[in-house]
């Protein structure tokens, strides 16, 4: 079966993004694209068995707990579709990953979609491929599922992530449906993973989404510049986030779905379909 690669990066410089930081944004759309090129799948198992300690003590930081977890199939292709907050620190989803991983073991490939920008930082891009982050926009999820993999995805993207405090109760999907694309084109099980407390560790004061569009942060796929308060800076903006602070996390795995019956995976028992993209994760 042929896949059909997009590239959201050339397909976003079809339509010229002006700002006044355009110029810069140009240079990295080019390294994010040179980056697209690096082989995706790199993960190393035995890296990630080094860093376990490290990311233990990062999440223990919050609290975790983590409930439903018998609901993750232990072996074979799944889609988990989960929600996010806490900007780039995204304390939630490194829960839900180690949690992947005590599930499965080393042994069974576990990947999680990531930001394409995340891959042109020199030192954080190799890092994350070696642990099983890859792209997200193109093929890559449909390859890694072809793997028997576990793929994590968080659809909102920054505009879930970034959503200001207020609205700290709300899972925000910004109608992004391309996972659910995936999930009918694999017609594997999908698990939607719930997370809550994590929007407590930064508060987010605005989206900024105007100052990003006058910044020209769409050329890189980029639509927010949130406004932040925390410390030791006060309100402050994404240039000098504030540290994270203690947050009790909790995430549940929720019952998996399958895909419509007669798919690529064969007959399933149980219908799809997909969550809301916008509602409470009381």
């Not at 694209?33 to 919050?62: C, H, K, W």
């Not at 394409?116 to 954080?124: A, K, R, Y």
């Not at 995936?182 to 099980?189: C, I, T």
């Amino acid at each position: 079966m042929a896949v059909h690669v997009e590239d959201p990066i050339r397909d976003a410089g079809r339509d010229q993004v002006h700002g006044v930081l355009a110029p810069v944004m140009d240079l990295l759309s080019q390294r994010i694209s040179e980056e697209r090129a690096e082989p995706v799948f790199q993960r190393d198992t035995a890296l990630i068995s080094r860093q376990l300690g490290t990311m233990a003590r990062y999440t223990n930081l919050f609290s975790p707990e983590v409930h439903g977890l018998e609901n993750l199939p232990a072996r074979g292709p799944v889609l988990v579709v989960g929600n996010h907050s806490c900007l780039f620190y995204m304390p939630d989803a490194w829960v839900v990953g180690l949690a992947m991983l005590e599930r499965r073991g080393l042994e069974n490939p576990t990947y999680a979609l990531g930001y394409d920008l995340l891959f042109s930082i020199p030192g954080v891009g190799p890092f994350l491929r070696r642990i099983g982050v890859i792209p997200a926009g193109g093929s890559e999820a449909d390859l890694a599922l072809a793997q028997n993999a576990a793929v994590l995805v968080y659809p909102g993207g920054d505009q879930e992530a970034c959503r200001p405090w207020t609205q700290r109760d709300r899972v925000d999907l910004g109608g992004h449906k391309g996972f659910v694309r995936l999930a009918l084109r694999s017609g594997v099980p999908v698990v939607p993973v719930v997370t809550h407390g994590s929007h407590h560790a930064v508060i987010v004061l605005s989206r900024g989404e105007h100052l990003a569009r006058v910044l020209g942060l769409k050329r890189i796929r980029i639509n927010v510049f949130p406004i932040l308060v925390g410390p030791p800076f006060g309100i402050t903006s994404i240039l000098v986030p504030p540290l994270p602070m203690p947050a009790a996390i909790t995430v549940e795995f929720l019952p998996p779905s399958t895909g419509p019956p007669g798919g690529p995976r064969g007959p399933t028992t149980t219908p799809w379909s997909p969550p809301a993209t916008t509602r409470s994760a009381r």
